[in-house]
């Protein structure tokens, strides 16, 4: 019952910034979370950050932290997630995801399709 639409992936330079977006459809429930895992290629889908839908509690990945900033707006269903300081490592798939809660794939019910972003040398 929920539909998740990812926008905002692109090609930046080390060091650059880029902020992604996820528009949520359809009714959400309590205590909901949404948040970001990303994906390189060969590699494991991984945690990134997540938000409290009604708390606005937050978990970062410490790969990230300091970083990236996620946050959320309850009346235009829209999670965002602001990336600083890029860097090739960063290169992956990002998926926005909505479920209950944690820093496992396992804690999540819906999944986007993804939006790519590539970060230089």
């Known amino acids: 019952q929920v539909q998740l639409v990812e926008s905002g992936g692109g090609l930046v330079q080390a060091g650059g910034s880029l902020r992604l977006s996820c528009a949520a459809s359809g009714r959400t429930f309590p205590g909901a979370a949404m948040g970001w895992f990303r994906q390189a290629p060969g590699k494991e889908r991984e945690f990134v950050a997540v938000?409290?839908?009604?708390?606005?509690?937050?978990i970062y990945a410490d790969s990230v932290k300091g970083r990236f900033t996620i946050s959320r707006d309850n009346t235009k269903n829209t999670v965002t997630l602001q990336m600083t300081s890029l860097t090739p490592e960063d290169t992956a798939v990002y998926f926005c995801?909505?479920?209950?809660?944690?820093?496992?794939?396992?804690?999540?019910?819906?999944w986007g399709q993804g939006t790519q972003v590539t970060v230089s040398s």
């Open positions: 938000i409290g839908w009604s708390t606005g509690r937050t």
């Open positions: 995801t909505a479920g209950r809660w944690g820093v496992t794939t396992a804690g999540y019910d819906y």
